[in-house]
């Protein structure tokens, strides 16, 4: 049965997978079914569960649950509930017939832990071992055996690359079943957990103990230089320090490493654009696909290379282990706001997406740091807003070296992130705290990244991004080019064809909005657009100026060309200094992403949450912008 099946079929067994977070255990999971599985929340709940059957080639007979990542069976935040919850009383299957618990091998004696509350519960188990790749290339042999014979279970390693150990991981869990009931886990007390803590280092020390000399030698470098690293990165000044730093370079090399590939893109686009409007010139079929079709997709795709080197550079910090000590530094800063570091990843994944950035909250603990994370979010500057910031910043700095476009583009990141402290501060004094904060996460040793398999998970986020922003942008291609060319399309004069359209009869209603903020009624149609997705405003831009008419060398440097002389009905200039300034800090405040408002009221299960915060952004915006243009042209900045 397929993902988009009504129901999933029950089994003769089912398994439910059970590990700590980025343990490898949906990884498995993936292997295991293939596509055969469904996504569904559990009732009474937002966060997520899996089931699904085993992949073809795989046999029949069984049914996997993937089940939110856990540390312990002792639940502390929303999805170690469900996970528990899911393995007890789950209303989809009638009941699990077994565990797999998936352990991290290079975090052995931490994710012991796990197994050891497992094995407590009565339930026919077995463990899975991954990350056995990178115990391989570090010379260390597990001892499976002495495991097996300690927990009483089967032990199997899994190598997630290239699902070595996949069929003997199936054969074991189809051998899983028990006729008793198992037990509900008691939580330890705080002696029990110190002692279960110094059985589980000694287990995977003796597990792990088979080691050459040589590999032995080598661990005990990489460990030494972890901690050397850790002293200078995790230091309480230079620490912040080396934070500011990578963040910064992070976000400025958007700019800087992008520009020949977007250079590259723009200039494919343009001569696209000119060969379409030649097989037609004069007719509206032409004029559609040109003007509107090619130029919209040209005004988006060229901003492509800057959103995958996003993507890059998020999943480098991720990979090489310093997205971990990154939230251990912030994690004070960020109490004082009312977070934990705990907040610091889906606040970083919120300069990609701010929907998976809000489903991402679920593993914080605190009901108040969560619901604070999640109002915070989509101040974070996501890719969606990356076209709209680099064409303003183009325009600020046209012909001026690369290096004040970046620093720009740095500062844009760095001011969002300012907004995002404010509001959490702000907001952080309504909401009462009804439990407890805690912060707690593992500290990987330092690797060195895979760099092909963040490119490919870099190029498939991608994609995905694209594809889902590329049929909003054609809907709005298609009406805005009706709007704008529509009803007098035989008029010669393009100026009076636009002011005389159905868009420039609604841009002229809503004009006295906008003039405020510095800009005309055919700024303000963008910014309405923009609310379907922000990536339609710059496409809208470049439909309403009809930037395919003109002789210029690229489409982006005619649209420049063409903000720089627009002029409004008194003849003074839109885009200036102040009201390009002004637009940034719209889209820097506002919210205008439909998605984040739906799953905000998803996973905060209120619909007045999520309305507060959308209006509460969009005034915010619209009232600082209007103060900071009237104050910057009071001041004689143009």
């Known amino acids: 049965m397929r993902a988009g099946d009504a ?56 049914q996997a649950m993937d089940t939110p990542g856990t540390y312990s069976l002792h639940p502390k935040s929303a ?30 004696s931490r994710h012991l832990q796990l197994v050891m509350q497992m094995k407590e519960t009565g339930f026919p188990m077995m463990v899975v071992v991954t990350m056995s790749d990178l115990l391989r290339r570090e010379g260390v042999h597990l001892d499976v055996a002495y495991l097996e014979k300690t927990f009483g279970c089967p032990v199997l390693n899994f190598d997630g690359l290239l699902a070595g150990g996949l069929l003997e991981i199936v054969a074991e869990a189809k051998k899983l079943g028990s006729s008793q009931k198992p037990s509900r886990p008691v939580p330890w007390s705080f002696a029990q957990q110190e002692e279960k803590l110094k059985e589980c280092e000694r287990i995977a020390q003796e597990a792990l103990q088979h080691k050459t000399d040589h590999a032995q030698e080598r661990l005990n470098r990489i460990v030494a230089t972890t901690e050397k690293l850790d002293r200078v990165l995790l230091h309480p000044w230079f620490g912040i320090l080396f934070f500011i730093l990578i963040m910064g370079g992070l976000f400025a090399s958007v700019f800087w490493l992008a520009t020949p590939f977007m ?26 696909l040109a003007n509107g079709v090619v130029t919209s997709f040209a005004a988006f795709m060229v901003f492509v290379p800057q959103i995958f080197i996003l993507f890059v550079a998020i999943g480098l910090l991720e990979s090489t282990g310093y997205l971990a000590r990154a939230a251990t530094l912030i994690d004070r800063p960020f109490s004082a706001l009312g977070m934990s570091g705990r907040s610091f990843v889906p606040l970083l994944s919120g300069f990609a997406c701010a929907v998976p950035a809000i489903i991402a909250t679920r593993n914080i603990p605190s009901t108040k740091d969560r619901l604070i994370t999640a109002f915070v979010v989509p101040l974070m500057s996501c890719s969606a807003r990356l076209p709209v910031y680099a ?28 907004v995002g402290a404010l509001a959490a501060g702000i907001i952080s004094k309504f909401i ?4 407890p904060s805690f912060f707690m996460m593992e500290l990987p040793i330092y690797r060195r990244p895979k760099v092909r ?59 006295p909005v906008v003039q405020p903020m510095g800009v005309d009624w055919r700024v303000g149609v963008g910014l309405i657009s923009a609310f379907a997705a922000r990536e339609v405003f710059v496409s809208s831009m470049a439909v309403t100026f009809n930037i395919t008419d003109t002789d210029e060398d690229s489409q982006q440097q005619a649209l420049l060309t063409q903000m720089s002389s627009a002029t409004n009905a008194a003849g003074e200039k ?34 007045k949450f999520a309305m507060m915060q959308l209006v509460v952004f969009n005034v915010a915006a619209y009232v600082l912008v209007v103060v900071v243009v009237q104050s910057l042209r009071f001041l004689g900045v143009p």
């Open 7 to 62: 129901e999933v079929k029950v089994a003769d067994k089912c398994v439910a997978l059970v590990g700590a977070p980025n343990s490898g255990k949906t990884t498995l999971y993936n292997w295991l079914t293939g596509s055969r599985f469904k996504t569904v929340n559990y009732p009474g709940a937002t966060v997520e569960f899996s089931l699904g059957h085993l992949a073809s080639h795989l046999g029949v007979g069984l």
């Open 79 to 108: 999805d170690e509930w469900v996970t528990l919850r899911s393995i007890y009383e789950n209303p989809k299957v009638d009941k699990i017939d077994g565990i797999i618990v998936v352990v991290d091998g290079t975090q052995l």
């Open 263 to 288: 250079d590259l893109i723009d200039g494919w686009f343009t001569s696209v654009a000119e060969t379409v409007a030649n097989w037609g010139p004069g007719t509206l079929w032409a004029d559609f």
């Open 391 to 418: 064409l303003c910043i183009a325009f600020l700095f046209h012909g001026e070296s690369a290096l004040y476009a970046g620093l720009a583009m740095a500062g844009l990141y760095l001011g969002s992130i300012v």
């Open 432 to 435: 009462p705290r009804t439990e």
């Open 453 to 511: 398999v963040i490119l490919r998970q870099a190029w498939t986020r991608t994609l995905s991004y694209v594809k889902r922003a590329g049929p909003i942008i054609f809907t709005f291609a298609v009406i805005i080019w009706v709007g704008t060319t529509f009803p007098n399309y035989q008029t010669e004069d393009a100026h009076q064809k636009l002011e005389e359209s159905y868009v420039g009869r609604a841009g002229k209603f809503i004009e």
């Open 574 to 607: 839109i885009f200036t200094v102040s009201s390009v300034i002004g637009l940034m800090i719209f889209f820097l405040i506002a919210l205008q992403c439909m998605s984040t408002v739906g799953v905000q009221i998803r996973e905060s299960g209120s619909w």
